[in-house]
């Protein structure tokens, strides 16, 4: 009997998913189920695969394994094939279905802060899977446009490529560089999904023109361990709005138990147990 659901990735220190899905679980009345972590490098994911197959009922997926987990997936959603990017499969029947949940999970986040997307410009820092999820959810809900930077050319064009096959916002790509001299004044919101300023190295900053921020900007960033980045404090110490990736977290995963378990899961109670983690970090 499969009694398990994860988050496969490597490394995974710095993960609250495990904290705030048992939370949910146990005021759910689900106490057969257990949601643990599966960090596995790569050349230990077939053996991984076969024993999720085996033993799960769902997992997340997180860096970085959303782009290279799709050979193993044989059923694609429509939202994580426009991405190219999976973060939510569930196991039925020996099969595993994919689809991806940090769209919506990021969107419900800026509407929890009143940011409206539609019609604004947007830049992204990064081009991995966790940036194609959104970027493509911030093109479905109306953005004019939106702008990628990252320091792998491919990657970055990928992306767009994306983007314009898709929906009709205007995109181009931006290097580090290059991003050095843009005039970043006219981004509404500008968005990190790198690793850059993760739990434990908070204090590391992208290469930014932090100096070219105006205070009707919004600075976000998908990490929210630790909540404030060095990225967000620049934008703080400014005056700018900034928002950390808490919120995410908590509504994308919501939506993963949702799917996994055909019910809505208790949002205060996941918020409240992710909060607790966090208190004196």
């Known amino acids: 009997m499969r009694t398990k659901l994860g988050v496969l990735g490597y490394p995974l220190g710095h993960t609250l ?4 899905h048992n939370a949910a679980l146990k005021a759910m009345g689900r106490d057969e189920l257990e949601y643990v972590k599966i960090e596995k ?33 044989q059923e694609v959603s429509y939202e994580a094939r426009i991405a190219g990017a999976i973060n939510t499969i569930t196991i039925k029947d020996g099969r595993m279905i994919g689809t991806n949940t940090d769209g919506l999970g990021y969107l419900r986040s800026l509407r929890e ?5 539609d019609g604004k410009d947007i830049l992204i820092m990064g081009a991995g899977g966790a940036a194609r999820g959104v ?20 990657r970055g064009k990928s992306l767009m490529d994306i983007l314009s096959a898709v929906g009709n916002a205007k995109s181009s790509w931006i290097d580090f560089k290059a991003l050095m001299r843009t005039d970043i004044s006219r981004y509404h919101l500008i968005i990190n999904t790198t690793p850059v300023g993760m739990h434990p190295r908070g204090s590391e900053k992208l290469p930014f023109p932090y100096e070219e921020l105006e205070k009707h900007q919004v600075l976000s960033d998908l990490i929210y361990r630790p909540r404030l980045t060095g990225f967000l404090q620049e934008g703080k110490d400014r005056g700018l709005k900034v928002v950390d990736g808490l919120d995410m977290l908590l509504y994308q995963g919501a ?4 799917i996994w378990l055909g019910t809505e899961p208790p949002i205060d109670v996941m918020r409240e147990s992710l ?6 970090e």
């Open 275 to 280: 909060l607790e983690a966090l208190r004196g």
């Open 41 to 73: 490098d790569y050349h230990e994911l077939q053996a991984a695969i076969e024993e999720i197959k085996r033993d799960f009922i769902g997992i997340n997926v997180t860096i970085p394994y959303k782009e290279k987990i799709m050979p193993w997936v």
């Open 113 to 117: 802060k009143d940011i409206q997307v």
């Open 255 to 258: 939506e993963s138990l949702a």
């Open 135 to 154: 970027a493509t959810a911030l093109l479905g809900a109306g953005a004019n446009r939106i702008d990628v930077c990252n320091r792998k050319k491919n």
């Open 17 to 20: 998913s495990p904290v705030m």
